[in-house]
Structures are given as structure tokens and as C-alpha cells.
């Protein structure tokens, strides 16, 4: 039976964030894509936080329903911009610090055009628009930061500061969130995986 890795992972000052994973070997191969994970279909991609670039990345899981990583809010009111660009007021409804996510409310949150499906890639917002990137899914891992451990996919991902929270699409369907990038190594992230969301929404 496979074991998963195990992954220190660091996370940098905001609005960096990184994390630094030193490989522990395990029998079994790497895999190249994603099987499982919770359903997705045409998620409106949004940027989360202050200024008009954002500071993390989110995406919608049901009208006026808002999933992105737990590390860039505070618990109060935050700043949430979609298509349309308009600044809209999101409060956290939920929030798991283990697993990372956060689910904000969102009232008046439209809706986004469909991405391909074809694939696996990341759906990132940068400068107001909606940039589908290649990922490839490279192992499962167990992602240990400080006390907390996660279920976790490292990606071979060419992940930039305000990608965190953002979905990893693989045949249409939500296989992982994107919440930090590897310090040591390039083209290398790291993504909450998606089979906790359902736990998480519940």
C-alpha cells in the first residue's frame, strides 16, 4: 500500500505565501491526475481582499457562496471583486484554519462564463481577469504546517502570489485549492485536496 508524503510547509508574510517541503520517499508512483474530489461546474473565479489586485484567489461552490483559503481573512467583512470588477462586501460563514478554507458570503455575486474542460489547470484571477493555467498533479501528500496536517495534492503548477485559494480543475471536476507554492523549488504548488470540501460545506 502506498503511503502518502509528509510536507513541512512554511507560510511566507502575506501577501507572499510559499511553503518549503523536503521530500520524504514512499513506496508508490506519483500520479498524473486527479480521480476524485467534489463536483464543479463553470465556478465564478474571484479575487479576495483589499485593493483592486486582491490577495488571494476564490470561487463560487453555489449562488452568493464564496470558497477561498482561511489564511488571508480575519473573520470580519472582507473585499471580494468578480467579473463585473465591483468591490462586494463577503463575511465569513465558515472557517477551518486546519484545512485552510474559508466560505464567505457573498450577496449579488455574479455569475462568469464556463473554462474548457479539458485537462488539468488552475483558474487564477490576476489584474481582473480569469487566466486558466496547465497543472499537472504530480502526488498526493499529507501537508504539515506547524501542528495542522491536511490532505494535500503537490502540483507542478506555476503558481504567483494571489493564487491561493484558487481551484484546481481537472476534467471539469474540483480536485484541489490552491494554497501555497514551494520556496525551494520552482514550479511547484501546493493544493488543499477537494475530497474534505464536502465535509467542510456541511
Same mark, same amino acid.
Given at each position: ?14 501577501? +507572499? =505565501?510559499? #511553503? ?9 508512483? #506519483? ?7 467534489? *463536483? ?7 479575487? /479576495? ?8 484567489? *476564490?470561487?463560487? /461552490?453555489?449562488?452568493?457562496? $464564496? $470558497? ?12 471580494? &471583486? ?5 468591490? %462586494? &462586501? *463577503?463575511? $465569513? ?21 464556463? =473554462?474548457? +474542460? ?7 484571477? &490576476? ?21 495542522? &496536517? ?22 471539469? +471536476?474540483?480536485?484541489?485549492? $490552491? =494554497?501555497? +507554492? ?16 464536502? %465535509? =467542510?460545506?456541511?
Amino acid at each position: 500500500m502506498s503511503a502518502a508524503r509528509r510536507c513541512d510547509a512554511r507560510a511566507a508574510p502575506l501577501p +507572499r =505565501f510559499a #511553503a518549503s517541503c523536503a521530500p520524504l520517499l514512499l513506496a508508490g508512483a #506519483a500520479i498524473g491526475n486527479a480521480t476524485g474530489g467534489a *463536483g464543479a461546474t463553470a465556478p465564478t473565479i474571484v479575487s /479576495v481582499g483589499d485593493g483592486p489586485a486582491g490577495v488571494a484567489t *476564490g470561487f463560487s /461552490v453555489s449562488p452568493g457562496r $464564496v $470558497v477561498t483559503v482561511a489564511h488571508i481573512v480575519d473573520g470580519g467583512a472582507i473585499a471580494v &471583486r468578480g467579473a463585473d470588477g465591483i468591490a %462586494r &462586501r *463577503g463575511v $465569513v460563514v465558515r472557517r477551518d484554519d486546519t484545512l485552510d478554507l474559508a466560505l464567505l458570503a457573498v450577496p449579488g455575486l455574479r455569475s462568469a462564463p464556463s =473554462f474548457p +474542460r479539458a485537462g488539468t489547470h488552475l483558474l487564477v484571477r &490576476r489584474d481582473g481577469a480569469v487566466t486558466s493555467l496547465p497543472a499537472r498533479v504530480a502526488r498526493r501528500i499529507t501537508a504539515r504546517i506547524g501542528i495542522a &496536517r491536511r490532505p494535500a495534492l503537490e502540483l507542478a503548477a506555476t503558481a504567483a502570489a494571489g493564487d491561493s485559494g484558487a481551484p484546481v480543475l481537472s476534467g471539469g +471536476r474540483l480536485t484541489g485549492i $490552491v =494554497f501555497a +507554492r514551494s520556496r525551494e523549488r520552482a514550479g511547484v504548488a501546493y493544493a488543499v485536496d477537494a475530497g474534505v470540501l464536502s %465535509r =467542510f460545506l456541511r
